[in-house]
Antibody
Framework: QVQLKESGPDLVQPSQTLSLTCTVS????????VSWVRQPPGKGLEWIAA???????YYNSVLKSRLSISRDTSKSQVFLKMNSLQTEDTAMYFC??????WGQGVMVTVSS | DIVMTQGVLPNPVPSGESASITCRSS???????????LNWFLQRPGQSPQLLTY???TRASGVSDRFSGSGSGTYFTLKISRVRAEDAGVYYC?????????FGSGTKLEIK
C-alpha cells in the first residue's frame, strides 16, 4: 500500500527557514518522482519542486532562489527546504508521488 | 512558464446532468512521443487532490467512467456525466509537459 506522509513545523517565524520531510512507503524513490505542492488557505494549488526517480531536481520559477529539494533513498524520504519565509508562504504543503498518491499535507503558518 | 487557464462553471449543476470543465494552455502539451501531458485532479473540501486523468484522456486507477478527458494540444475538456453529490469540489488541470510544472487556478463544481 502506497503512503506518503509530510512532517515539519506548524509555525515558523518570518525570515526563518522551513524544513519539511516526506516519508514514503509502498514504492521506491528510484522508481517514481516526488513533488511538493502547496495551497494557501482558500486558494489554489501551486507546484513548488520535484525530484525525479533519477535524482534530478526542478523548481518553481518564482521560488527557485529560496528552495532546495533532496532525498535519502535508504530512508525513503524526500526533503524540502525553503528559506526567507514570509507570511504569504503560509499554506498547506503536500508531497505527491507520481501524481497518483498524495500525503494528507502539513499546515505551515508563518507568523511572529 | 506554461500558463494554464481554466473556465468557470454555471453553478450549481443539477444532479444527474453533465458538466464540462475547460482548460487552456499557453503552449502545446503534446510531446514528441505523441502523448499530451495534461492531468486533471479533483480536490474535495478538506481533502488532498485526487488524480482523475493523465495523458489528457487516460483515467487513473479506480476513477469512474463518468469522467472523460479530451482535447487538442492547447485546449482541454473534462466532462463529468450524470453528476453526483460526491463530484462536488474544485477541479484542477495541470501541465506536466515541461518544468516548471503549472496548475490552472481551479474550477468549482457545486451540485444541486
Amino acid at each position: 500500500q502506497v503512503q506518503l506522509k509530510e512532517s515539519g513545523p506548524d509555525l515558523v517565524q518570518p525570515s526563518q527557514t522551513l524544513s519539511l520531510t516526506c516519508t514514503v512507503s509502498g514504492f521506491s524513490l528510484t522508481s517514481y518522482g516526488v513533488s511538493w505542492v502547496r495551497q494557501p488557505p482558500g486558494k489554489g494549488l501551486e507546484w513548488i519542486a520535484a525530484i525525479s526517480s533519477g535524482g534530478s531536481t526542478y523548481y518553481n520559477s518564482v521560488l527557485k532562489s529560496r528552495l532546495s529539494i533532496s532525498r535519502d533513498t535508504s530512508k525513503s524520504q524526500v526533503f524540502l527546504k525553503m528559506n526567507s519565509l514570509q507570511t504569504e508562504d503560509t499554506a498547506m504543503y503536500f508531497c505527491a508521488g507520481n501524481w497518483d498518491y498524495w500525503g494528507q499535507g502539513v499546515m505551515v503558518t508563518v507568523s511572529s | 512558464d506554461i500558463v494554464m487557464t481554466q473556465g468557470v462553471l454555471p453553478n450549481p449543476v443539477p444532479s444527474g446532468e453533465s458538466a464540462s470543465i475547460t482548460c487552456r494552455s499557453s503552449k502545446s502539451l503534446v510531446y514528441k512521443d505523441g502523448k499530451t501531458y495534461l492531468n486533471w485532479f479533483l480536490q474535495r473540501p478538506g481533502q488532498s487532490p485526487q488524480l482523475l486523468t493523465y495523458w489528457m484522456s487516460t483515467r487513473a486507477s479506480g476513477v469512474s467512467d463518468r469522467f472523460s478527458g479530451s482535447g487538442s494540444g492547447t485546449y482541454f475538456t473534462l466532462k463529468i456525466s450524470r453528476v453526483r453529490a460526491e463530484d462536488a469540489g474544485v477541479y484542477y488541470c495541470q501541465q506536466v509537459r515541461e518544468y516548471p510544472l503549472t496548475f490552472g487556478s481551479g474550477t468549482k463544481l457545486e451540485i444541486k
